[in-house]
């Protein structure tokens, strides 16, 4: 290995599965779409289960890739994440939500968008420098931000976590615990944290109105805690009649729609409130 190891070049190719070769593509290719420009917000609508309005949307990253076309996360956010580079995608989609939330409050839209932040943005030292900055460019309120987060990332009861959601709520920003009931089941958390929003995970809605322990549960949960509740993936009438019985709020799902283009989702809005 020493021998080989003296021509690094050499040692490091024959060492390198092709495994390993291809994500270091994707990873150059990632950060070249980066500076290109070819990531964009797609809005799926979050929508008012009693009167079926639209009232905002989550954003959700797509790839407009120049040869390969729109890609969705599964593609890409795996290597972003390990790459590092996720704190970019996060910061671009975050700052082009802000532009359009601007957008639509110029127009005398008042919605609500929620952004996906992974765990390395929020862990980020420059979190809210980076928050603050793109609320100066855009001239979008924080308020009309929603953060939302994985469980995992408040198991842990530091210091540091408690620290950085006070001071994203003391900012404005509304914070939500998405895929809610798919981590560990400890609920400590619930009580120690500032937290606005419980997103109850899809594979939960998925079992309804059949299998409905859990979601009651959530339900309860939500209520005593004076969480809103939004439920993911709702597909059928039934489940969303079922949520309705129950008092959830709002909801997102293939039932309203998938994600859309800024261009689609702008149009379902114009159809939406037509008179
Ligand atoms: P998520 O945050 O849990 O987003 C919900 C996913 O469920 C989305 O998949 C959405 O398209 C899909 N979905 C929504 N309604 C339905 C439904 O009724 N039925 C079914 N079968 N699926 C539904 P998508 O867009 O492929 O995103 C996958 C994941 O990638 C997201 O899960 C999120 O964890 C991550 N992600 C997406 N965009 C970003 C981003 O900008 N930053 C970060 N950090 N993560 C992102
Ligand atoms: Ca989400
Ligand atoms: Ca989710
Ligand atoms: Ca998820």
Redesign the pocket.
């Known amino acids: 290995a020493k021998e080989a190891g003296r021509n690094g070049i050499h040692f490091y190719d024959e060492s390198m599965d092709a495994r390993a070769r291809s994500r270091l593509a994707l990873e150059y290719e990632i950060r070249r779409g980066l500076e290109n420009g070819e990531?964009e917000?797609?809005y799926?609508p979050r929508v008012d289960c009693f009167t079926g309005e639209i009232v905002g949307a989550?954003?959700?990253?797509?790839w407009r890739h120049p040869e390969r076309g729109l890609l969705?996360?599964?593609s890409f956010?795996p290597a972003?994440?390990e790459s590092g580079l996720?704190r970019e995608?996060?910061r671009q989609?975050?700052a082009q939500v802000a532009r359009q939330l601007a957008c639509w409050q110029g127009q005398g839209r008042i919605l609500q968008v929620s952004?996906?932040?992974?765990a390395s943005?929020f862990a980020d030292p420059e979190l809210s420098s980076v928050l603050q900055q793109i609320l100066q460019q855009s001239g979008c309120p924080a308020a009309s931000i929603e953060l939302?987060i994985?469980e995992s990332l408040l198991l842990a009861h530091d210091q540091h976590t408690l620290e950085t959601l006070a001071s994203l709520q003391a900012m404005g920003f509304a914070i939500a615990i998405?895929?809610f009931g798919t981590g560990y089941s400890n609920l400590a958390y619930l009580q120690n944290y500032p937290l606005n929003t419980l997103?109850i995970?899809?594979s939960f809605?998925?079992g309804l109105p059949q299998r409905s322990a859990i979601p009651e549960l959530i339900t309860s949960l939500c209520r005593i805690l004076k969480l809103a509740m939004v439920a993911?993936?709702?597909?059928t009438h039934a489940q969303l009649d079922w949520l309705r019985q129950q008092g959830c709020q709002q909801y997102?799902?293939?039932?309203c729609s998938?994600?859309l283009s800024l261009r689609h989702f702008n149009e379902l809005l114009e159809y939406s409130t037509a008179p």
């Open positions: 990531f917000a797609f799926q989550e954003a959700l990253a797509r969705f996360p599964d956010i972003c994440e996720i995608l996060d989609i975050l952004v996906n932040l992974s943005q939302e994985t998405d895929d997103k995970d899809r809605i998925s993911e993936g709702v597909e997102q799902g293939y039932l998938r994600p």
